[in-house]
C-alpha cells in the first residue's frame, strides 16, 4: 500500500504539511493519511492541587472539580482534534488527492507513527509544532523523536509551501544518502526537478567515484542532474549553497550519531533543520 503520513497539530505549520503531503502524493502517486495525535504533556495542566493545607470534605469537593474538569478538557481537545483532521481532510482533497483518511489518537507522536508506519512510503511533519519557541528558531521535540525511531524517508515542511523546482542531496557517499539516490532513481514522477549533489570536505578518489556513480544512476532515470564539492564546516556550506543558488528542497541523512554525541559536538541534522528555509528529506 503506498501512503503518505501526514502528521498535524494546532500549529501554523498545519496548512503546510497539508500541501507538501498533496506534493508528495502525486509524485509518489500514494493515499494520505492524516494523523492527529492528543498527548497530555503538551495539554493545559490542571490547576495546583491546593487541598494539602485545607479541611478533608474540601479536599474532596477540589478534587472532584479538578477531576470534572480534566474531563472537560479532554473532550474539547478530542473535538478540537476531529476538526482539524476534517479541516485538513478537505485542505487535502481540494488539491486532487482522491483518497485521504484521518487518525485521531490519544498517544505519542512517535509511538503512533511508529505502529502505523509499516506500510507507509514517507512521513510529512511540520518543522515546528504549537509550543516551539520561533524566536530561537527551536525545532519541534516531537519532530526530532520521530526522526530519530523511524526509518522512513521523512519530509519536515518548510512554514509555507513552495513550488518546487531545483533540489539538493548533501551527498557523503553513506547508506542514507544512498537511500535517497534510490528514491528518486525508481520514482519517475520527480524527474521534472532539476537535483545537485553537493560534496562537503576535501576532494579523495573513492568518494569521487560514489559520487560519480550517483550521478550516471540519477541521469539514467531522466533526471538532470550536476555535482559540486566545496571544502568547509558541513552545516555552514550546506546553509549557503541552500540560499545561494535557488535550492527548493533539501535531502540528507539524519541523526547518524547518539544523542550523547551530539549532546557533546552538536547535530548537522537539527543545525540543518533550525536553520534552512526550505523542506528537508531525512533519510535514516
Known amino acids: 500500500m503506498n501512503k503518505i503520513l501526514a502528521a498535524i497539530d494546532g500549529s501554523s505549520y498545519a496548512s503546510s504539511v497539508c500541501d507538501h503531503a498533496s506534493w508528495l502524493a502525486k509524485r ?5 493519511e ?39 478538557r479532554a473532550k474539547v481537545a478530542m473535538e478540537h482534534g476531529r476538526a482539524l483532521l476534517q479541516d485538513a481532510k478537505t485542505h487535502i482533497e481540494k488539491a486532487g488527492i482522491e483518497k485521504v483518511s484521518v487518525v485521531l489518537r490519544h498517544d505519542e507522536l512517535s ?29 519541534g521535540s516531537n519532530l526530532e523523536r520521530v526522526a530519530r525511531s523511524s526509518n522512513t524517508p521523512m519530509l519536515v515542511a518548510s512554514r509555507a509551501f513552495k513550488p518546487i523546482n531545483k533540489a539538493l542531496i548533501a551527498y557523503d557517499g553513506g547508506p542514507s544518502c544512498n537511500r535517497a539516490i534510490n528514491m528518486l532513481a525508481t520514482n519517475e514522477g520527480f524527474t521534472d526537478i532539476e537535483v545537485e549533489l553537493l560534496y562537503v570536505g576535501k576532494p579523495a578518489p573513492v568518494r569521487d567515484k560514489l559520487i560519480v556513480k550517483a550521478v550516471e544512476r540519477l541521469q539514467e532515470s531522466g533526471y538532470t542532474v550536476t555535482s559540486t564539492t566545496k571544502d568547509g564546516t558541513v552545516e555552514k556550506v550546506i546553509a549557503e549553497h541552500v540560499e545561494n543558488n535557488g535550492i527548493d528542497l533539501l535531502f540528507m541523512g539524519a541523526y547518524g550519531h547518539s544523542r550523547i554525541r551530539n549532546m557533546l559536538i552538536g547535530s548537522t541534522t537539527t543545525e540543518m533543520l533550525r536553520t534552512c528555509l526550505v523542506p528537508v528529506v531525512l533519510f535514516r
Open 111 to 139: 509511538d503512533t507513527i511508529n505502529e502505523l508506519e509499516t506500510y507507509a512510503n514517507a512521513i510529512v511533519i511540520g518543522k515546528r509544532g504549537q509550543s516551539a519557541d520561533f524566536a530561537t528558531m527551536h525545532i
Open 28 to 32: 509518489l502517486n500514494s493515499e494520505v
Open 34 to 72: 492524516i494523523i492527529h495525535v492528543i498527548d497530555r504533556s503538551n495539554q493545559p495542566e490542571a490547576d495546583h492541587d491546593l487541598s494539602g493545607s485545607i479541611g478533608v470534605g474540601a479536599r474532596s469537593t477540589l478534587l472532584d472539580e479538578l477531576s470534572e474538569l480534566d474531563s472537560k
